[in-house]
């Protein structure tokens, strides 16, 4: 399972949201660390599920919030991918309820997400932000 590390060409501009981005990477590597055992702890796993579907959806909210205030003319789809994303882990999270272990296809739907995300429709709003401010 390949890990996620961040680097410099993720970066959007915005420190803040680079910021955020960094700490769903450590989200993202910590779910890697327990599929390196057969079972990992229900209560970690827990934590790690509920932590990052509260931590992702604060980021989307503030993200939106900043392309709201500059008016950002893609808002609607950018908003879209972030509500389809919410749906996705959302219907993970019900089956970890169902005691399944889901460990290896959050692992997979994070970091495939997140990587093609921060990459081509994050950094293309915050570069529009770096021209309209001019
Ligand atoms: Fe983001
Ligand atoms: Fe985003």
Do not use: C
Request: negative net charge; proline residues 1%; charged residues 30%.
């Amino acid at each position: 399972m390949a890990k996620f590390t961040w680097s410099s060409d993720l970066e959007t501009g915005d420190q803040n949201v680079d910021y955020q981005h960094k700490k769903i990477v450590n989200y993202i590597n910590l779910l890697e660390t327990t599929l390196k055992t057969k079972e990992a702890p229900q209560s970690l796993l827990k934590n790690i599920i509920f932590g990052i579907i509260d931590y992702a959806e604060f980021h989307f909210t503030d993200e939106e919030v900043i392309l709201t205030t500059i008016d950002y003319p893609h808002l609607q789809m950018h908003q879209k991918a972030h509500t389809d994303f919410v749906e996705q882990i959302q219907k993970l999270k019900s089956r970890f309820e169902n005691n399944e272990d889901i460990r290896r296809d959050l692992h997979l739907l994070l970091t495939e997400w997140f990587k093609s995300h921060i990459n081509q429709e994050d950094k293309r709003a915050f570069a529009f932000i770096k021209t309209a401010k001019g």
